[in-house]
């Protein structure tokens, strides 16, 4: 299990949730996506030429059954 909450682009998504792109946020702008568990995390639309590094910052509530 990844101990970090932070993924970059291209990495398969491990958790269910709502997720803040890094570099935006320290730049002030505030990028948030909800991404779910098997999805290739996207590109961050404030910074088009990088990699984005998502954080974890809400985890979604518990899985339907
Ligand atoms: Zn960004």
């Not at 996207?42 to 088009?48: H, I, K, M, W």
Request: hydrophobic residues 40%; glycine residues 10%; charged residues 25%.
């Amino acid at each position: 299990m990844n101990s970090s909450r932070t993924w970059k682009s291209g990495e398969v998504c491990q958790a269910s949730g709502e997720y803040r792109c890094q570099a935006c946020h320290l730049a002030g702008r505030e990028v948030v996506g909800a991404f779910e568990v098997g999805k290739i995390l996207p590109l961050c639309d404030g910074c088009p030429d990088k990699d984005a590094t998502w954080r974890l910052v809400r985890a979604a509530a518990a899985a339907r059954i």
